[in-house]
């Protein structure tokens, strides 16, 4: 049985949107494939709100521009797409602006619906640069997943004048890891993974760790669920071996309680064998739980510790 990994923990957050994860103990090359797992996951994979269309009145197209403000309208929907927003309802939300004069304009200056919250109020929109400027619009804001360009969404019927967005869904705006060797045991190939996850402020990156992991664990567990009657079925005899030569990893105990062991240099039931009760409970990471764990193993194959 391959050893599970220490639980992982936060070794630097830098504030609250970034924050640096580290897990150690991992086996052999498993660094790598839960490090890349999980960031395809994070950035593509999350839940978020973004503006999905905007109407600027007095444009047309996209490619219009304005009397008295400096941006053209590629330009401020472009702004627009960096407007971070939390969404408390499944439609879609709309939020408005009227702005005039010298101003520079900014997200804050929406005025928004109960239903959103918008995270990045001072967000630069557009600058009016004239006394007689005026710019009014009319965002739509709706929750999707990951990235949407508007080649890949649904052909949706727009109003005149109205202009689709590439949706920024994602509240994940970062992702890096590595991976270092470790000992563990007599082994020093085992994996240290470190995830460093930066997010727009709508959720937490303790938040995004999470529901990244909830996702995979969702889509790895439907294949027991399907197949756990033919694993039963084929389930072969495991040669016959003395009980004593039976490897650490090969017990039904903790991953905790397996890498006490493996760190101690304890790599076979023998090697328990030699221990007393008392060496074992002094074991770094063993612990009162640990102790008893690998008695009721024992006591399952008609051993004992030594007294």
């Known amino acids: 049985m391959i050893p599970l990994p220490f639980k992982p923990k936060i070794i630097e957050k830098k504030d609250k949107n970034l924050v640096i994860f580290e897990i150690e103990g991992l086996y052999p090359g498993y660094g790598i494939t839960i490090g890349n ?89 557009a600058s009016l640069s004239s006394k007689n400027a005026i710019l009014e619009m009319e965002i739509q804001v709706e929750s999707g997943i990951g990235y949407a360009p508007v080649e890949q969404r649904e052909k949706e019927k727009l109003a005149i004048g109205e202009i689709q967005l590439d949706a920024i869904f994602t509240p994940v705006k970062r992702v890096t890891f590595r991976t270092e060797n470790m000992r563990v045991g007599d082994r020093t190939d085992f994996n240290r993974l470190k995830i460093e996850i930066e997010t727009d402020g709508t959720i937490t990156p303790e938040e995004a760790l999470v529901k990244a992991a909830d996702i995979l664990v969702k889509h790895f567990s439907l294949i027991p ?51 007393k009760e008392e060496d074992l409970s002094g074991m770094k990471g063993m612990g009162e739980k640990g102790l008893k764990e690998i008695k009721k193993v024992l006591k399952k194959m008609n051993l004992e510790l030594k007294q």
């Open 225 to 275: 669920e399907e197949f756990a009657g033919a694993l039963e079925e084929n389930k072969k005899e495991i040669p016959s071996a003395s009980s004593a030569d039976v490897k650490i990893e090969d017990l039904k105990l903790s991953s905790r309680t397996i890498n006490a062991l493996l760190q101690s240099n304890v790599k076979t039931v023998a090697g328990i064998l030699k221990k």
């Open 37 to 125: 797992s999980m960031r395809r996951v994070l950035l593509s994979s999350l839940e978020g709100a973004a503006a999905t269309r905007v109407k600027i009145k007095g444009a047309q197209h996209e490619f219009s521009t304005m009397p008295g403000v400096l941006e053209d309208v590629v330009t401020i929907c472009q702004n627009l797409k960096q407007l971070r927003f939390k969404i408390y309802s499944p439609e879609p939300q709309k939020a408005t602006l009227k702005i005039r004069g010298e101003k520079e304009v900014k997200g804050g200056d929406f005025e928004l619906p109960s239903q959103i919250e918008l995270i990045n109020p001072k967000t630069h929109i």
